[in-house]
């Protein structure tokens, strides 16, 4: 069973900084593509960034270039997600999630099968 668990959500004004990390269990860490996807308030879920099981590669939605990065530590089973200067717009459950296979590197919610239970972000204006 993989498991996936989500920490370092809370509140924070406008500008200021996040850093979430992830915990996984259950099946070859560095084997994986990792990702974080969002949820806002009547949304749906939407890709955040993702990072190759290598670390080498990455991708990010256009809404937090140059503002999130994402890194991931194989020797510890971690994945983080440093969010700077962040918006009201920001504001979601973040979830991070991997996808079933080994070759697969996905920029949508509907490529990963193991999510986490989530951690909320609210920034305030």
Known sequence: QVLLVESGGGMVQTGGSLRLSCAVSGRPFSH???????????????????????????SYADS???????????????????????KPEDTAVYYCATPSGTDYFPTVPGG??????????TVSS
Do not use: C
């Open 64 to 86: 937090v270039k140059g503002r999130f990065t994402i890194s991931r530590d194989n020797a510890k089973n971690t994945v983080s997600l440093q969010m700077h200067s962040l």
């Open 32 to 58: 994986y593509t990792m990702a974080w996807l969002r949820q806002a308030p009547g949304k749906g879920r939407e890709f955040v960034a993702a990072i190759t099981w290598s670390g080498t590669g990455t």
């Open 112 to 121: 990963y099968a193991y999510w986490g239970q989530g951690t909320q972000v």
